[in-house]
């Protein structure tokens, strides 16, 4: 017994047993063990079997995994410097946990414990390394540094192989996947580590650190499958181009990159710390990998010009033909620079005879690399010639000039006015970046072109090279369309110089026109729709395109943009289609209405799962044109109103719904995308027109996908308003109905809120503006028989509505708490399931009602089972709590209760309960008291024992 | 559900498999207890060893079942008591 233990008491049976007694809640445990603090209990405790169970890890039904703290663990950690030798004998009965946690507390111990008692816990650590339970532990390196310290090198190697080891992991599903690498310390700690590791490895073996480290490279190369055994070739080069630091080393392998500069630095360090040089480099040639053999090559490089012996050992790598090859190239280069300069006469004659004698290839290996290489019309024999010309031109250029003997400056002077610069050929591949499309000329010179010149430009260039970062008409098409865009006055007026260009320059007209509109930028409209015309005949099939991304192959994307075009131009603008014109807009868009584009194949492919049939109408052309025509009718009408001539707009009116009446009969537009583009056009038509509308309600919002993308996209699109909901009852009637019997719905923009939803939200919005009474039949019919959830949310998002809305007038919230009310008196009387106020938080934090109302109705939400504030209640329950302290304690139970898997929502609540709880306890109401006590007990239990605490100082503060 | 998983749910609260030492301090208990209820015909009972056994055997069953029934922080006020008990040193000062 040390002097410090003979100060403490030695606990007698009864009062441990007592103890104990207590501790059946693991709180409780927790409680007593984090603050018992005398070490003669760990023997006492031990005699009663205390420690013999420590928690085992759990595994879910999803396949995760948890694990129950062990606070008398905790409590032998905190022992372990004082009675290390209990405490020891106790963990050495434990290590054969498979828990994570239980693992990490015996790492913890270990590293209280005096080197002695902690080395034989390297062996279960080194093990715990290798099946990853302690991934993340830094820490087994501080253990390691300590055990070294203390002589204890065998524990140390143990625990640095356990950690930095790299072993096969499972091979990497999909294509091309390689299989992966594993070490005991994950990669960030991996890599923070190494460098401790390293310092370590050369205290512990200070003659091995270097032979360690390689092997462990050479782990990861086997373990990768970067390098096979026996085949003397891996793939170094191409993920680690440098062995120094460059930026060409994208760092994709980070383990393996880690491991390169530590095994570099350190046989650089043993070099020009006086080791011998063969030594060294015969460490990293032993295992024959290229990656070794090219960092020999690099530290030969470094060290060369301040050691003689470096520059003997690097010479004669220099004489060897194989590591001339590419996959040395970068290294072998480096070094060639350093030692050539220096080399005698009779050394550079030496490496001439080998350079000379290259490629080093059979004549089986030459022949084939020359016929893969053979140009058009070249002999094997001229191929073979110019394969041995570009082999030498390209080591010469690696080495460069500074490093060359004269002769060879010369020739590759000369070989490089036959086969041009070779720019980083020290590297057998290069990365580098480009952003495109490219234009052959800039905007801004473009933008001094006259209007003949550049419609000559467009019409003669024609692109060179195929190579995708070379200029292309896509290039000059953008570059064009900013153009127009500045430009726009001029060249909307010059339009029909632009007939007889190619689609990509007419597309990129159009589209640069509507960023002149949107700009407010004048467009001259006359001759442009002279020229759309013309256009929207040009020959289109519909057919998918393949091939060359770098012009527009077919005229569908001009005959869009122009369609966009006039959409843009039906705007209120002072530079949109005048009235008069708007017939001739009519004429543009007649043939794109019956486009074929896009096509049932099309649809099928784009459409589907994969785009919404909204999103599908702004990429096809059919649609495109629909939604423009439709834009035009309106137009019409609408300046017809203003001029009060209501003749002016019947023409574009009539022809306009007459076209969208040949997409509907005889036989209906197939496409949903057309559908949709109907959906979003559908107000305009109600007011363009409300009796011909009415008259096709059967052909629109048919009992189908169309009607369906017709009707929810309309609701999607448009704000609620009273004459769009009537013209759509009938449609909302039987959607109700079918959804009741379990149909579903296809909505036509797909987002958050399904169409239903989106039905609710516009019944709601009309009650409140009092657009609807508050015994519409609709809206009962919508309570009565949309799916709950729908209901909940819909109640949900007009809380959430209100909450963000600014200044909103009494009698809507009025109207919104009548309506609530009514819902709240059919869960009371269960009429309706309580999980339709599931969404009813929203109100509660929206701060536009008074906590009198919504307390009592939030306290019979919360009863319902799935009620989940997702952590937007704390705040205002804790701002209410002095109104009404019981009911608000007794929601944080509920909420507490019902929210046990919650881990957001719960954190929430758990903050502002000391609040809530302290203005119970004070308010002296028995009822607030009591669920105060519960809640109390219901954190406690739960782990949070420091809420007694934090409420006790909370009253006393206010 | 057998003896000790019974035991467990009411001295955890949850049902335990493993060994547990309350567990285990609270079934001998309730042994102890059981077998002065139920004395065996043949079987001698010592009233030395009862008088001490027994009221300390009904500490462990009251123990437990306070710890259980009464509010959290109640057990963590007694277990307070506990604590200044087992941190006491020799000469009477305790560690704070």
Redesign the interface.
Known sequence: MTEAQQTWREPDADLVRRAMSRLGDLQHRRVFYEKLENPLWVDALDREGVFDSPPELVVNEDGTAHSAPWPEGGYLIRMASSVPGPVARILQRTCTSTNPYVRQLILRAAMALPPDHAAPFAKPLAQYLEEGSLAHAREVVDLAERLAESGKRKAAMRLLQGAFRPRAGEEAAGLGGKRTVKTGLERYWFEDGLPDAVRILVAVQPEKALTTLVSWLEAFMTASGEYVPGRLYDLSHIWRPSIAPHEQNQGSEELGDALIDAVRDLGVRDVLGGRDVADVVEVFERNGQPLSQRIALHVLAVTSPDTDAARDVGFERLLMPALMDSDYRHEYASLARAILPLASEEQVEAWAGVFDAGPHLDDEKLAEAAEHRKLEGETLEDSKVRYREVWRLKLLSAISRDGLPPRYVDELASLEERYGVMDHAEFPSYSTSWVGPTSPVTEEDLMSYGVADLIEYLRTWRPGRPEPWDPSKEGLARALQAVVAKRSEELSAAAAAFADLEPTYVRALFSGLSDALKNGEPVVWEDLLVLAASVAVREDDGSEVSGSMDEDLVWRFAQRSMAALIEQGTRESDYGIPGPQLVRAVDALEPLVSHADPTVEHEERYGGSNMDPLTLSLNTTRPAAMRALIRVAARAKEIAEEEQAADASEEVVSRVLALVDARLQPEKDPSLAEAAALGEGFGRLVWVDRGWTEERLSLLLSADAFGDVIGSTALATYQPSRVLLEVLSPWARMVLERVARGEDVVAGWRRDRGPVEVLGDHLMMLRLWDAIPPDDELLTLYFEQAPLEARAKVLGHLGWLLGRSDDVPEGPLRRAMDFLDTRVVRVRRGDTDPQELDGFYWWARSAKFPPEWWLPRLEEAVRAPGFNPRGMLGEVLEESASLAPASVARILEQLLIHGRNEPFGRYDLIEHAPGILAIAYESGDGDAVAAADRVMDLLGRAGHVEIGDEVSARRQRE | MNARRRHSAL???RVET?????????RDSLRDIERVRHPGRGREVDMDDLRTRFP?AL??????L???LT???E??D??SD??D???????GAV?I
């Open positions: 001295v955890l609260g493993r060994e547990d030492a309350t567990v285990n301090l609270f300390r500490q462990v069953v009251e123990g437990v306070q710890s259980r509010n959290f922080f057990t963590v007694d277990l506990l604590l008990a087992a941190n006491e040193r020799e000469d560690d």
